[in-house]
């Protein structure tokens, strides 16, 4: 599965290296002596994140491609221009049914978190008239005009798109580790101003003290000479220094066998290096800076070794840098902490950012509190004009009491009966007739006389 062990360096080979089972030179090693578990073999190797925003996504369509043998046939005789040209891609309407349908599916769940992030991103801002099909253009890893199937333009654009980011992977990282440490160092001069003389001097001889302290570190050894490679050998490997062999230590350190060092099998290398200068235990040393080390040690070896630059080191090339003078009599190395990480300028013009920065910020925090100032305001004038209507209605309420009407209810009904020989709630009585009116057209007769005398 060596395509996907690439996925965090170039995606040159990203394609080339998909499923390929290139066997490395059998050597014979007692692994009885080695330091710690080997790999077992068939063992499934994790694969670092490649950082890239469509990672899942990429390594689903690897892991689909690799259940189709006519697709794994053609990968390992195609050549690097095969697959940056596109020629490879074509080879797409071979795959089985099964295989179009599971990445037909893969594509649509991808548009679907894609056009869901947009909708997250765009309602964040509260717009409205979202025009997703527009958005989806800044996807460059998928053809967003068909977004149901997976079409051979789609793996075209995938493995493009993978290659160019991962390309300026490194780039970005160095880029992010240099912001990183002018922000250090403006956050520190920022936090001097606002001590008196005494303080700052403390805090100064604090700094100082500290630097020194972490540039007092043993000899780190040239990155990829026979020096460091031996030091590895014997402490990590645990095998006799007198008995380093370049063949048997590339083997050791090839984790999954694939015949290659990449860009993680490297950096495992670099370990023992790295752990003469940085501690995480110790407040003076950064592991930030740590890794940024690694980052330099491994471009460094892959310099000097990778011959056709596609960023994976073969037991050739291997060997061969080992014949070169400068493994044997390397040039010594200088850690971050000897160099100058940033110009003088470069934070002056870095500092001009975030203060600049920090105005737009501070401009929207006034106009958000403006507004916040002005929906008081029309609150309390909202509230204002509440309570003068009620005061009008209860004046207008005493005012008919006064001239003996009575207040009506909100549908206009009587709030309370007028005098009369009934209570309230109580029927008024009807006389001769009981609690009953009289039909309509009735004429009631009148009462007997009760003074009359019937003979």
């Given at each position: 599965?060596?395509?996907?062990?690439?996925?965090?360096?170039?995606?040159?080979?990203?394609?080339?290296?998909?499923?390929?089972?290139?066997?490395?030179?059998?050597?014979?090693?007692?692994?009885?002596?080695?330091?710690?578990?080997?790999?077992?073999?068939?063992?499934?190797?994790?694969?670092?994140?490649?950082?890239?925003?469509?990672?899942?996504?990429?390594?689903?369509?690897?892991?689909?491609?690799?259940?189709?043998?006519?697709?794994?046939?053609?990968?390992?005789?195609?050549?690097?221009?095969?697959?940056?040209?596109?020629?490879?891609?074509?080879?797409?309407?071979?795959?089985?049914?099964?295989?179009?349908?599971?990445?037909?599916?893969?594509?649509?769940?991808?548009?679907?978190?894609?056009?869901?992030?947009?909708?997250?991103?765009?309602?964040?801002?509260?717009?409205?008239?979202?025009?997703?099909?527009?958005?989806?253009?800044?996807?460059?890893?998928?053809?967003?005009?068909?977004?149901?199937?997976?079409?051979?333009?789609?793996?075209?654009?995938?493995?493009?798109?993978?290659?160019?980011?991962?390309?300026?992977?490194?780039?970005?990282?160095?880029?992010?580790?240099?912001?990183?440490?002018?922000?250090?160092?403006?956050?520190?001069?920022?936090?001097?101003?606002?001590?008196?003389?005494?303080?700052?001097?403390?805090?100064?001889?604090?700094?100082?003290?500290?630097?020194?302290?972490?540039?007092?570190?043993?000899?780190?050894?040239?990155?990829?000479?026979?020096?460091?490679?031996?030091?590895?050998?014997?402490?990590a490997d645990g095998l006799d220094p007198n008995e380093f062999d370049p063949k048997t230590f590339f083997k050791l350190h090839d984790v999954n066998n694939d015949g290659f060092l990449d860009e993680q099998e490297l950096e495992a290398l670099f370990t023992k290096e790295l752990e003469k200068v940085y501690d995480p235990k110790n407040e003076e040393d950064?592991?930030?800076?740590?890794?940024?080390?690694?980052?330099?040690?491994?471009?460094?070896?892959?310099?000097?070794?990778?011959?056709?630059?596609?960023?994976?080191?073969?037991?050739?090339?291997?060997?061969?840098?080992?014949?070169?003078?400068?493994?044997?009599?390397?040039?010594?190395?200088?850690?971050?902490?000897?160099?100058?990480?940033?110009?003088?300028?470069?934070?002056?013009?870095?500092?001009?950012?975030?203060?600049?920065?920090?105005?737009?910020?501070?401009k929207k925090a006034e106009d958000l509190q403006k507004q916040k100032e002005e929906l008081q305001r029309q609150h309390d004038q909202l509230q204002a004009q509440k309570q003068e209507l009620q005061q009008v209605v209860k004046q207008m309420e005493q005012k008919k009491l006064q001239q003996g009407n009575p207040p009506a209810g909100p549908a206009g009904?009587?709030?309370?009966?007028?005098?009369?020989?009934?209570?309230?709630?109580?029927?008024?009585?009807?006389?001769?007739?009981?609690?009953?009116?009289?039909?309509?057209?009735?004429?009631?007769?009148?009462?007997?006389?009760?003074?009359?005398?019937?003979?």
């Open positions: 599965m060596k395509w996907l062990s690439v996925l965090p360096q170039q995606c040159i080979l990203l394609m080339t290296c998909l499923l390929m089972a290139l066997e490395a030179v059998p050597i014979d090693i007692d692994k009885t002596k080695v330091k710690g578990e080997g790999h077992v073999e068939g063992e499934k190797v994790e694969n670092p994140d490649t950082g890239l925003y469509y990672d899942e996504y990429l390594r689903q369509v690897i892991d689909v491609l690799e259940t189709d043998k006519h697709f794994r046939e053609k990968l390992q005789t195609a050549d690097i221009e095969e697959i940056k040209s596109g020629k490879l891609s074509r080879e797409l309407d071979l795959v089985s049914h099964h295989v179009r349908t599971r990445l037909d599916e893969l594509k649509r769940q991808e548009v679907a978190r894609l056009r869901m992030l947009i909708k997250a991103k765009m309602d964040s801002v509260q717009d409205t008239g979202i025009d997703h099909q527009a958005l989806l253009k800044q996807f460059e890893h998928l053809n967003h005009q068909n977004p149901d199937t997976f079409e051979p333009k789609d793996l075209d654009m995938l493995i493009k798109a993978a290659t160019s980011d991962l390309e300026n992977y490194d780039k970005t990282r160095h880029e992010e580790f240099k912001k990183y440490e002018m922000m250090k160092e403006h956050e520190r001069r920022e936090y001097l101003k606002t001590l008196d003389e005494e303080k700052r001097q403390r805090e100064e001889s604090k700094f100082e003290e500290m630097k020194k302290k972490h540039g007092d570190h043993p000899k780190v050894h040239h990155p990829g000479s026979k020096d460091q490679l031996k030091e590895v050998w014997e402490e950064d592991m930030v800076e740590m890794e940024e080390e690694r980052l330099r040690m491994r471009e460094h070896v892959m310099n000097e070794v990778d011959i056709n630059k596609d960023r994976l080191v073969t037991l050739e090339e291997f060997l061969r840098a080992t014949e070169k003078k400068e493994f044997l009599e390397p040039d010594s190395w200088e850690t971050l902490d000897q160099q100058q990480l940033f110009t003088e300028d470069e934070l002056k013009e870095f500092e001009s950012h975030i203060s600049q920065q920090e105005d737009e910020l501070r009904e009587l709030k309370f009966q007028p005098p009369g020989d009934h209570k309230i709630g109580e029927a008024p009585k009807h006389p001769a007739g009981g609690d009953h009116l009289p039909p309509p057209g009735h004429v009631q007769e009148p009462a007997a006389r009760t003074d009359q005398v019937h003979p």
